[in-house]
């Protein structure tokens, strides 16, 4: 079981590739056709993707959201989602050709993860971790792409304006709800996260809260992005303000699940 | 007029304190310090000393750190202080609102008023208005003029979402602050068959059995204890079991699982006899029964001494256990070492032995009553954005003008998103698009 998520992982990893070429490819020659493609390669990644994790579910006999390695595959896995749902329910393809160097970003940084299972600690055999986790990989899947949209809107500007652009990529205002709308996602699942988190905490070890570093890195993005949402709320912060303030909760996504781990050990080390 | 709120009706200064207390700027100024606040403190390992932070950064800051409380921030007053800010904030805005948001939710599904307001979106023509509505998935519309308006608002539960969010916020706050204050928490750590009394609580626990269930590779599946909590001034006592992610709940208080450690039985023999045999858990110290200035203190077992001494991880069973030991005679220490398996102490006439190695269980006891208000907070807060993110409050109005209609549409938040939708579905419905601006006769006709 575990030998074939080991070839899937590599397919999907030259697939990321190759749907990262297939999008730049979209961008440099325009050509709808390119785009059309990618979209279709990328929804059958996903699908050998999610095939590739439940294999590892069922090898390891776990959720297979327990260590780097899984986390990072499900993270790359959540990004893929996400961004397919925005390219079609907004009809945006461009979104594909910046969120796909991401995608494989993070596929990569799993490559680089020990792919060893090993057997779970007893506060990690709760049903508790399936509810947490999940929720913690679609959260940061929708913070990726409002990362990603984020630097659409504060791009943008600098790019030709011609037809090729002005059909693909959004008025600033819809592009700016398009990334609201993609932080609210997170938002919801984030704090969802955190939730889930502080009841299965309370279980295992009593406290619901104890100022973990994750649990404290957590608390921050969810903060900055509180701060984002507000911000919006006031004239003159919308667009390219907001945008820069959702690149900087990502960041603290980013430095929540990787920072965290390396810089600052706590209860989550083994995540 | 302005809608009155409880924070609008005192004199100018009150309602300047009041307009700041509850105004945005400064909560976000809050919710960037308490997250830089939360950054920085996490990188400063929390609860050590002044040697511990002078050794690490240096005696200047190590100075700086103690001074500014950092060595235990999420307890210092400045923390608690910018949380308490934050409550006011929160308390501040929902009042201030309150009376506003009604207004606004009035005004918002008032025919009469929704004119006036701002159109997201337009469209015009001569075909069934009604088929808007459907296709936009709101109600009825309700009708005026003898049907020459038309009417519908739906999401209106959305205008709730950011009040029902600080509310959230407030509870979740406010529950966690009471349950730091009235929480009631004790340690507990016993080897099995040792009673322990839990401080002042009045109980004591003891540890019938404690189990380590093992995988097949060896590795730990489950810790699990027995436990029997007693009331001795009632003389009633219950049983129960407490394992990891599954407390016990007996007496008003969860039992947890929380650790374990090592353990052993400490005889002392004097001349050969056999005087006194204590169960000790590693970190305890016992005094010589008939020698009380004489004490025998048990700092830490190491279940495998051998790899310990050539600098290997110890191991999880005891295959070559040593037992560290310190004899302190009139509070001066006398000597320390390693006791392997069979090896004794000579201490003139006395003798000491260890042996019979084996887990102890920490329990962890809880009692907070707020923890439930914790609970109620987050789930509100998640209704809140629930509300406040997917219950987007929209309105559509149509006005017939001889035989065409003009149809307007109004999205609280997301305005260009909406007008998409509008626009597709006024298509799909024989309607023509057309800029809100451009037919201003609106506002005479409704």
Not at chain 2, 248 to 262: D, L, P, R, T
Request: charged letters at 15%.
């Amino acid at each position: 079981m575990l030998q074939t998520e080991n070839v899937c992982f590599t397919i999907i990893a030259i697939g990321y590739f190759a749907l990262t070429i297939l999008n730049f490819a979209f961008v440099a020659m325009k050509k709808e056709g390119l785009a059309k493609t990618a979209f279709w390669l990328q929804a059958g990644i996903f699908i050998l993707h999610t095939a590739a994790l439940v294999l590892r579910g069922i090898g390891a006999g776990h959720w297979p959201m327990t260590n780097q390695y899984e986390f990072s595959t499900s993270f790359a896995w959540a990004l893929c989602l996400v961004s397919l749902i925005f390219i079609r329910k907004y009809h945006f393809p461009v979104l594909g050709a910046f969120s796909s160097p991401l995608i494989l970003l993070m596929i990569g940084y799993a490559a680089l993860q020990n792919r060893e299972v090993r057997e779970l600690m007893p506060s990690l055999r709760s049903s508790w971790l399936a509810f947490h986790v999940s929720t913690a990989i679609i959260a940061y899947g929708a913070f990726g792409v409002a990362f990603v949209l984020s630097l659409i809107i504060l791009f943008r500007g600098k790019m030709k304006e011609d037809g090729f652009w002005g059909k693909h990529i959004p008025q600033p205002e819809k592009l700016d709800q398009i990334s609201y709308r993609s932080v609210c996602l997170g938002m919801l699942f984030l704090t969802l996260t955190i939730l889930t988190g502080a009841i299965w905490a309370e279980q295992a070890w009593g406290s619901y809260w104890s100022w973990d570093p994750k649990e404290t890195w957590s608390l921050v993005t969810w903060i900055i992005y509180a701060v984002y949402l507000h911000l919006r709320l006031r004239r003159g912060w919308r667009g390219k303000a907001a945008a820069w303030f959702a690149v900087v909760g990502f960041i603290c996504v980013i430095f929540t699940y990787i920072g965290v781990n390396t810089f600052l050990p706590g209860v989550h080390s083994y995540a | 007029m302005h809608p009155r709120s409880p924070l609008h009706t005192g004199n100018t200064f009150m309602k300047k304190i009041g307009k700041f207390l509850s105004s945005m700027p400064f909560a976000i100024a809050l919710l960037v310090l308490l997250a830089a606040a939360c950054a920085l403190c996490s990188t400063i390992q929390q609860g050590l000393g002044y040697d511990a932070y002078a050794a690490q950064y240096g005696e200047r800051t190590a100075g700086l750190i103690l001074a500014l409380r950092l060595d235990d921030a999420f307890h210092s007053w400045w923390f608690i202080a910018l949380s308490g800010f934050l409550c006011l904030n929160l308390i501040c805005c929902n009042l201030l609102r309150l009376p506003a948001l009604l207004q606004r939710i009035r005004a918002f599904r008032s025919p009469e008023k929704t004119a006036a307001g701002k159109t997201d979106a337009a469209a015009k023509g001569t075909g069934d208005p009604g088929k808007i509505f459907s296709a936009l998935r709101l109600p009825k519309p309700t009708e005026k003029n003898q049907g020459a308006c038309l009417f519908a608002a739906s999401n209106l539960p959305g205008f709730w979402g950011a009040w029902i969010c600080h509310l959230g916020i407030l509870l979740l706050i406010l529950g966690f602050a009471l349950g730091q204050i009235c929480m009631k928490q004790y340690t507990v750590y016993a080897l099995p068959g040792q009673t322990k009394e839990m401080e002042d609580s009045g109980l004591c626990v003891t540890v019938d059995d404690f189990r380590v269930e093992r995988t097949e590779q060896g590795t730990v599946r489950q810790y699990t204890a027995a436990l029997t909590v007693s009331d001795p001034k009632t003389g009633t006592q219950q049983s129960t079991q407490a394992s990891v992610n599954a407390p016990a709940n007996v007496y008003g208080y969860k039992f947890f699982q929380n650790s374990i450690g090592w353990g052993a039985d400490v005889k002392v023999l004097k001349n050969g006899e056999e005087l006194q045999k204590e169960a000790l858990c590693a970190g305890e110290f016992f005094a010589v029964k008939d020698k009380p200035e004489l004490v025998i203190y048990f700092p830490a077992f190491y279940p495998d001494a051998d790899s310990r001494e050539q600098g290997m991880s110890d191991s999880t069973e005891p295959v070559n256990p040593g037992y560290l030991y310190q004899v302190y005679y009139q509070g001066q220490i006398l000597g320390m070492n390693v006791l392997r398996a069979g090896e004794e102490l000579t201490i003139d006439e006395y003798t000491v032995l260890f042996e019979n190695p084996r887990h102890y269980t920490l329990i962890v006891a809880k009692q907070d009553r707020f923890t439930i208000l914790v609970l109620l907070g987050g789930l509100i807060l998640l209704a809140g954005l629930v509300l406040a993110f997917w219950m987007v409050p929209r309105k559509v109005w149509a006005i017939r003008e001889n035989e065409r209609w003009l149809i307007y549409g109004r999205c609280l938040k997301n305005g260009a998103l909406f007008r998409e939708t509008f626009e597709k579905a006024a298509k799909e419905s024989g309607f023509e698009p057309c800029l809100p601006e451009e037919d201003n006769r609106k506002e005479e006709n409704m």
